[in-house]
């Protein structure tokens, strides 16, 4: 059963929605799992501040502060025509994202980043500030995908971090097989 192309609705614990497309599907080991990629793009919010050093950093924020500022957000991505929404696992925007600024990226390196790995790459949405705090709202530049099992119903369901553990070096190959049958 092909399903890809579909779109799937995400739930995650808090009870967000997040409609997926199908990237691919895959039967491994009696059990259905699919890679989902969101129908609109993720976003990440952080505050600008101060590390000491009179140098400015971004860092993200909590859900508390998420929820103090998320208004003001809203109102200023919507100056661009997108609207912001609180989904399942991130934030997201509904629209049609601006042209990419190569100025505008943003180059975030993992914690046990080594020369080996890429960085991840952020473009930026807008700036704003609340209460005298600066804040940037950005969106990966490369697309964020989920892998997830599929139930009797093909309704995707959250793996856990232990069992993504587990089944990640038997899942990845099916699935970067087909990410790179895409690009050719």
């Known amino acids: 059963m092909d399903m890809e192309g579909e779109i799937l609705t995400l739930t995650d614990e808090t009870g967000h929605l997040l409609n997926c497309y199908v990237e691919a599907a895959v039967d491994l080991d009696g059990e259905r799992y699919a890679l989902l990629s969101p129908v609109d793009y993720p976003v990440d919010i952080f505050a600008w501040v101060e590390n000491g050093d009179e140098e400015e950093i971004l860092m993200p924020i909590e859900e508390a502060e998420l929820s103090e500022i998320f208004a003001t957000a809203q109102a200023v991505l919507a100056e661009q025509n997108l609207k912001l929404k609180r989904s399942a ?48 709202a950005y ?10 099992r599929l139930n009797e119903h093909n309704e995707p369901e959250l793996l ?5 553990k587990l089944l990640q070096p038997k ?14």
């Not at 390196?109 to 500030?129: G, K, S, V």
């Not at 969106?139 to 997830?148: E, G």
């Not at 856990?160 to 993504?164: D, R, S, T, Y």
């Not at 190959?173 to 050719?184: I, N, Q, S, V």
């Open 89 to 136: 696992l991130s934030l997201t925007v509904e629209g049609e994202l601006p042209e990419v600024d190569e100025e505008q990226i943003l180059a975030i390196e993992a914690e046990d980043f080594n020369e080996n790995d890429e960085q991840d790459e952020y473009q930026l949405l807008a700036t704003f500030f609340h209460e005298e705090q600066e804040y940037a």
């Open 139 to 148: 969106t990966p530049i490369d697309p964020v995908l989920f892998i997830v």
């Open 160 to 164: 856990k971090p232990e069992e993504f």
């Open 171 to 184: 899942l990845l190959p099916y699935f970067e097989e087909h990410l790179l049958d895409d690009e050719a």
